[in-house]
């Protein structure tokens, strides 16, 4: 049963990227609109259970839960506009190995805040960085929209780890129904206002579009990242970022077959770059873990 639930996590994830791409590409359905209506349908569906159960829990949100939700929730508005924009501009593939630095970046904020890391860490991350050469620089080869939407990757994959922080501090005290409602309604409302500046609709889609939408709400959103949310409960958050690792191959498996993606092969060295760098920060990351790291183990990005 567990290997179920962690192979629909992984297809659930790995979905993302060729799901957006591929509505973006065949329907009018805009960038922005995608991150509006995956996190506003996610937030009913997570406040849902906890209106049933604890239907007291909204009102005793305290102001440092709130600080710490609303600064989760304006970076997770940011990351899925820099990640499903550059999608528009970039390979399936690339973008996201490149948006999944996320646990890189994770590992360099704590540098910052004075966390010293064991030497595989530091490794891992010079591994993983030099794979983000690797595909800019073949993208930057090719034409200035890739390398374009590659920095925008990479800026989605930083705002994610931004967000991971923030959320771990804000659920060291609330639950994870409480805390993903509050951060997706704010997410979405954050979206809307970015979609209302930038002039991009947030309805008036095809059939085809309204299906893609629901598509990536289901897959990415709610089977991805519930999945790997349940797997915390009974594995180790080491093990499960290993798993999650899976995604990126598994993308741009997706995109070739779906999509019929090809890159070069400096690019598909990159990616295995990525790869082989963030196992080895996860990996070096598995001493000193406490219950506030299981917490931001939690994803519910992309």
């Known amino acids: 049963m567990t290997f179920l639930i962690a192979a629909l ?4 994830v790995a979905s993302s990227g060729p799901l957006i791409a591929g509505t ?3 329907t009018s359905v805009t960038a922005l609109a995608i991150a509006f209506w995956r996190n506003a349908i ?18 005793r949100i305290t102001r440092r839960e709130f600080g710490w939700s609303t600064v989760a929730a304006v970076a997770l508005a940011f990351h899925f506009a820099c990640f499903i924009t550059a999608l528009e501009l970039t390979s399936v593939a690339a973008a996201t190995a490149l948006v999944c630095l996320q646990s890189a970046w994770i590992a360099v904020f704590q540098l910052f805040r004075g966390t010293r890391h064991r030497w595989p860490v530091l ?6 960085f030099g794979g983000v050469v690797a595909i800019t620089g073949f993208d930057m080869g090719s034409s200035p929209e890739a390398l374009l939407g590659d920095l925008l990757a990479i800026a989605g994959g930083a705002l994610a ?7 771990g501090k804000a659920r060291q005290s609330m639950g994870t129904g409480t805390y993903t409602t509050l951060c997706y309604g704010m997410c979405a409302a954050i979206v809307a206002v970015l979609a209302l500046f ?11 579009g309204w299906l893609g939408i629901i ?15 349940h797997l915390l409960a009974t594995m180790s958050p080491l093990l499960v970022s290993m798993i999650i690792l899976l995604e990126i191959p598994g993308a741009a498996i997706l995109a070739a077959v779906f999509l019929s993606e ?23 990351q598995r001493r000193g873990r406490t219950a506030g790291d299981r917490r931001e183990a939690e994803l519910g990005t992309d």
């Open 42 to 59: 996610g937030a009913v569906v997570m406040a849902a259970p906890v209106a049933i159960r604890e239907p007291r829990a909204f009102g």
């Open 262 to 284: 090809t890159l070069p092969a400096g690019t598909y060295a990159g990616l295995a770059l990525i790869l082989v760098g963030l196992a080895v920060v996860v990996a070096g």
């Open 123 to 128: 490794v891992g991350l010079g591994i993983a």
């Open 9 to 12: 996590g992984v297809l659930g």
């Open 198 to 208: 930038s002039s991009q609709p947030l309805t008036g889609f095809d059939a085809g």
């Open 161 to 167: 780890g931004l967000y991971t922080l923030a959320g």
């Open 215 to 229: 598509a990536i709400t289901v897959c990415a959103q709610l089977v991805g990242h519930t999945a790997f949310n």
């Open 24 to 26: 973006l590409g065949a």
